[in-house]
């Protein structure tokens, strides 16, 4: 049987007016589950706050509550949209984690919304369900409830994808420059939007609506954040010195491989335990990426295909596992590819959820995961 394309589904009508309260409300059990597992976790030994707020969520809250330094430091490695939505929280009263938890759980609303109307474009309204449900409920799907950028860029993406879909890219173009403010390769929505819009087109640069000129506004988020820092530090590339206070520079992929390698095969067990996953996200997504560009469209594979170069174009493979929640759309292939085995849905929910209790508490613990 031949595997379904997505190229050319179109959003059908429908009835269902409870989508967008159930899409939430399952964005609040996913995230009241994600919650109580990082309590159980390390709640005896060091408190609810200590474990939801681990490794990169420290640096997200001290620049809520103390702003970016004069001096290039670690805090430019990190863009300024989620750190800047938990100071504004914080100044309603909140406290810091449980601003950055409150920005996370209603970004993850958002993302649940527009999954599902993505999904009813691409696989149906029937079906649209099963989208936020097999992302949230995923191995790393506890990120999007910790204070991380997961839950806040992916909304964002998935809000200009769905603009794009729908033909509105103004939208599509602030939501992208929203995105490329709260993460770097937010930036490549410019080639996703834009494909998208000759796609729609018909591939005719000349047919192209003015209003697509609004992809454009993409690159607005990473360049005013590189302006900020320039007047703030002197630097126009803070966000690139900041990176190598942590040891990370841009290499070929094949050289990061290699010293992710080494670090597997020569290091000591607990580095094994760090890397491997590394390796196996890494080499497994290039058969993804090729099923993406045969199957979906350009709008989604371009996006897969250089958020997952991001991540492996480095002088080693760290968090790629995490970073490669960008492959979402590969949802909808799975949807219809299990259409008339719908158990596997569940198996594959169950599995999730299981294995995004055991990474909740690891991270409760303050381990690294990925």
Not at 143 to 152: H, K, V
Request: glycine letters at 8%; one cysteine or more; hydrophobic letters at 60%.
């Amino acid at each position: 049987m031949a595997a379904p394309s997505l190229d050319g589904a179109a959003e059908r009508p429908s009835h269902w007016g409870w989508v967008w309260p159930v899409a939430a409300h399952l964005a609040l059990v996913a995230a009241a589950l994600a919650v109580t597992l990082l309590l159980v976790g390390d709640f005896a030994a060091s408190g609810w706050q200590q474990a939801v707020s681990h490794w990169d969520s420290h640096w997200y809250l001290a620049i809520a509550q103390s702003g970016y330094p004069t001096q290039v430091g670690p805090e430019w490695a990190f863009f300024p949209l989620l750190p800047g939505l938990v100071a504004a929280v914080i100044h309603l009263g909140l406290r810091g984690v449980e601003a950055g938890l409150l920005i996370s759980l209603l970004a993850t609303a958002l993302l649940a919304y527009c999954l599902d109307r993505l999904g009813a474009i691409e696989v149906g309204p029937s079906r649209s369900l099963w989208v936020p449900w097999l992302l949230l409920m995923s191995p790393f799907g506890f990120f999007f409830f910790a204070i991380y950028t997961e839950a806040l860029f992916y909304a964002l993406v998935a809000a200009a994808f769905l603009s794009a879909r729908r033909g509105n890219f103004m939208l599509a173009g602030l939501a992208g420059a929203l995105a490329a403010a709260t993460r770097v390769n937010g930036i490549f929505l410019v080639v996703a939007l834009l494909l998208e819009a000759l796609q729609q087109a018909g591939w005719s640069w000349r047919r192209l609506p003015r209003q697509a000129l609004w992809v454009l506004a993409v690159p607005c988020g990473t360049l005013g954040f590189a302006l900020f820092s320039w007047l703030r530090t002197g630097s126009w590339l803070a966000v690139v010195k900041a990176e190598s206070d942590f040891g990370i520079h841009a290499a070929w992929p094949w050289s990061g491989f290699w010293t992710t390698w080494n670090s597997v095969n020569g290091g000591e067990n607990v580095w094994r335990a760090v890397f491997l996953p590394e390796l196996i996200a890494g080499l497994l997504g290039i058969p993804i990426l090729l099923l993406a560009a045969w199957k979906l469209r350009p709008l989604y594979s371009s996006f897969m295909i250089l958020s997952w170069l991001a991540a492996v174009s480095l002088n080693f493979w760290r968090s790629v596992p995490r970073y490669e929640f960008a492959f979402f759309p590969l949802l909808f292939l799975v949807v219809l590819a299990t259409e008339r085995a719908r158990w596997l849905r569940w198996v594959l929910l169950v599995v999730g959820a299981v294995t995004m209790a055991f990474g909740a508490s690891v991270f409760a613990r303050g381990l690294w995961l990925d």
